[in-house]
């Protein structure tokens, strides 16, 4: 059975970092490409990030890019998500996802952790 | 960055309806699509990807349709466990942006 656990969520100040985990378990973690998700209180869900499965294609929403960093452990089956200069606006919900690519090369996000919360406030 | 406009925001309907959430792309997106479905303090559910193919488990009561710049996603007929907030993604270009959400609420 495929699962994603994500941790490392907490309450931090404005400017502080965080580091994000997400354990994965049930499949082969190095062959796929891996992204975070996150979603606001009451609000949508925005993509953050991503992460090939060779680590060598990695790209970030505007919004976050020179304050986060994706990386990920293939021996440790796991993915992180180095969250740095946080702002109340990365107050979120922050989920992991596996990516799959269709036949077509159309990619989708086939399963979800259960999230861990950020919240970002003095 | 290509945004996504789904439509209606919210719905009401009831159980036997059929229901349809349209998804705008601000430019072609092909056929790179995906729904998901989102129950309150949940994580989303991947129910179609590339347009119109059904992710494994999902029933068949739902179907996608569309390519380029307009994509549907219907409901043949509601059940109770389907009212949720429905959100669509594009993933031909990063940021992989999603819709706003179309929220099904019982009539």
């Known amino acids: 059975e495929v699962q994603l656990v994500e941790s490392g969520g907490g309450l931090v100040k404005p400017g502080g970092s965080l580091r994000l985990s997400c354990a994965a378990s049930?499949?082969?973690?190095?062959?796929?490409?891996m992204n975070w998700v996150r979603q606001a209180p009451g609000k949508g869900l925005e993509w953050v990030s991503s992460?090939?499965?060779?680590?060598?294609?990695?790209h970030y929403v505007d919004s976050v890019r020179g304050r986060f960093t994706i990386s990920r452990d293939d021996a440790k089956d796991s993915l992180y998500l180095q969250m740095n200069s946080l702002r109340a606006e990365d107050t979120a919900l922050y989920y992991c996802?596996?990516?799959?690519?269709?036949?077509?090369?159309?990619?989708?996000?086939?399963?979800w952790g259960q999230g861990t919360l950020v919240t970002v406030s003095s | 960055d290509i945004q996504m406009t789904q439509s209606p925001s919210s719905l009401s309907a009831s159980v036997g309806d059929r229901v349809t959430v349209t998804c705008r792309a601000s430019q072609s997106i092909t056929s790179y699509l995906n729904w998901y479905q989102q129950i309150p303090g949940k994580a989303p559910r991947l129910l179609l990807y590339?347009?119109?193919t059904l992710q494994s488990g999902v029933p068949s009561r739902f179907s996608g349709s569309g390519s380029g710049t307009d994509f549907s996603l219907t409901i043949s007929s509601l059940q109770p466990e389907d009212f949720a907030t429905y959100y669509c993604?594009?993933?031909?270009?990063?940021?992989?942006?999603f819709g706003q959400g179309t929220r099904l609420e019982i009539k």
């Open positions: 049930g499949f082969t973690f190095s062959a796929y490409s």
């Open positions: 993604q594009q993933t031909y270009s990063t940021p992989h942006t």
């Open positions: 992460i090939s499965n060779a680590g060598n294609y990695i």
């Open positions: 996802a596996r990516s799959r690519t269709a036949y077509s090369g159309s990619i989708y996000f086939d399963y």
């Open positions: 590339a347009a119109s």
